[in-house]
């Protein structure tokens, strides 16, 4: 395995250029998926380096859990192995295990004391409750129900007619977009790797921009949604139970979506041509990216069938 192993847990850097440059070269909605995609693929190739990693580390330490004919002399041959790197692993993926863990219970109580206290409202997609505190955000639904938007009256009270419109529709792209899933994702990727925590700042800012330009699109007017986007963000206060947008990351300055909204509407979703800086750095992490998946496939099965070879499993 040599170097290679190690390759899953620093690739991520490769991934820092593209998502600077995402959030302002290109469109919102292929913004999310390629940052979205990259931050899981890398996430997943460092949680499996580390598990190889407290394996082979640890394969020779008398207690372990695993099988005794591993810590065989063909074995230890076979399989270059480093007891403090092996026990670094393990604590660190010990730590990353904890940390995904306490944002899928986090994202869960969320989604349970959301919908416990909008369940004596009527099931529709708009819940208003009358609150005087300006609020509003999304709660997606679960088990192929729909979501569903939740809004006080003080927000409401805050904007005319047209601003609440785009308000809606923002929110509303939030529930069609999934935004949550790749927050999810970019969330649970960020905890599996620090270095990836760009990424998850990206993500939780192109959601908001990719809802930004749906709603402008469904409103017919940027200027009337770049005003509502400011003055829900003037006029905002903590819901009652915290969004589930929150646990991922801050959704970026207001300003500067505001900027974005005031200027023209972005490119179509395409893919920037390759000599350009947004197509290098595009096709910079997208070669980190398939760089980690092989050299963690590659490791994986090498040991595999090294350890096969020398103890039956």
């Given at each position: 395995?040599?170097?290679?192993v190690?390759?899953?847990?620093?690739l991520?850097l490769t991934?820092?250029?593209?998502?600077?440059?995402a959030e302002?070269?290109l469109?919102?909605?292929?913004?999310?998926?390629?940052l979205?995609?990259?931050?899981a693929?890398?996430?997943l190739c460092?949680?499996?380096?580390?598990?190889?990693?407290?394996?082979?580390?640890?394969?020779?330490?008398?207690g372990n859990p695993?099988p005794?004919?591993?810590a065989?002399?063909?074995v230890r041959a076979?399989?270059?192995?480093?007891?403090?790197?092996?026990?670094?692993?393990?604590c660190?993926l010990?730590?990353?295990?904890?940390?995904?863990a306490?944002l899928?219970?986090?994202?869960?109580?969320?989604?349970?004391?959301?919908?416990?206290?909008?369940?004596?409202?009527?099931?529709?997609?708009?819940?208003?409750?009358?609150?005087?505190?300006p609020?509003?955000h999304t709660?997606?639904g679960?088990?192929g129900?729909?979501?569903r938007?939740v809004?006080s009256?003080?927000?409401?009270?805050?904007l005319d007619s047209?601003?609440r419109?785009?308000?809606f529709a923002?929110e509303?792209?939030h529930?069609?977009g999934r935004?949550d899933?790749?927050?999810?994702?970019?969330?649970?990727?960020?905890?599996?790797?620090?270095?990836?925590?760009?990424?998850r700042t990206a993500?939780?800012?192109?959601?908001?921009?990719?809802?930004d330009?749906?709603?402008?699109?469904?409103?017919g007017s940027?200027?009337i949604t770049?005003?509502a986007?400011?003055?829900?963000a003037?006029v905002?206060?903590?819901?009652?139970a915290p969004t589930?947008?929150?646990?991922?990351?801050?959704?970026g300055?207001?300003?500067?979506r505001v900027?974005?909204?005031?200027?023209p509407?972005p490119?179509?979703?395409?893919?920037?041509?390759?000599f350009?800086?947004?197509?290098?750095?595009v096709?910079?992490a997208?070669?980190?990216?398939?760089?980690?998946?092989?050299?963690?496939?590659?490791s994986?099965?090498?040991m595999?069938l090294?350890?096969?070879a020398?103890?039956?499993?």
């Amino acid at each position: 395995m040599g170097v290679f192993v190690f390759l899953p847990l620093v690739l991520p850097l490769t991934a820092w250029p593209v998502a600077r440059l995402a959030e302002h070269r290109l469109h919102p909605h292929l913004a999310t998926l390629l940052l979205s995609a990259a931050a899981a693929v890398l996430g997943l190739c460092s949680t499996l380096c580390l598990g190889l990693l407290a394996i082979v580390g640890t394969a020779q330490l008398p207690g372990n859990p695993l099988p005794d004919g591993w810590a065989d002399p063909e074995v230890r041959a076979a399989v270059p192995h480093d007891e403090v790197i092996g026990k670094g692993a393990v604590c660190a993926l010990a730590l990353a295990a904890a940390a995904c863990a306490a944002l899928l219970l986090r994202h869960h109580r969320v989604r349970r004391r959301a919908a416990r206290a909008l369940r004596t409202l009527p099931a529709t997609q708009v819940a208003v409750l009358p609150d005087e505190v300006p609020y509003a955000h999304t709660l997606p639904g679960r088990r192929g129900r729909s979501g569903r938007i939740v809004v006080s009256t003080g927000m409401l009270a805050c904007l005319d007619s047209r601003e609440r419109r785009a308000l809606f529709a923002h929110e509303r792209a939030h529930l069609t977009g999934r935004h949550d899933r790749h927050l999810l994702l970019a969330g649970l990727a960020a905890r599996a790797n620090p270095f990836l925590r760009p990424l998850r700042t990206a993500v939780a800012y192109t959601v908001e921009r990719w809802a930004d330009e749906e709603a402008a699109r469904a409103v017919g007017s940027r200027r009337i949604t770049a005003r509502a986007i400011a003055k829900a963000a003037l006029v905002s206060r903590p819901a009652p139970a915290p969004t589930l947008a929150a646990l991922a990351a801050p959704a970026g300055p207001v300003p500067r979506r505001v900027a974005a909204l005031l200027g023209p509407a972005p490119a179509a979703r395409t893919l920037p041509p390759m000599f350009t800086a947004m197509g290098v750095a595009v096709w910079t992490a997208a070669a980190g990216t398939a760089l980690s998946a092989m050299s963690s496939a590659n490791s994986a099965v090498t040991m595999f069938l090294i350890l096969k070879a020398a103890a039956p499993l």
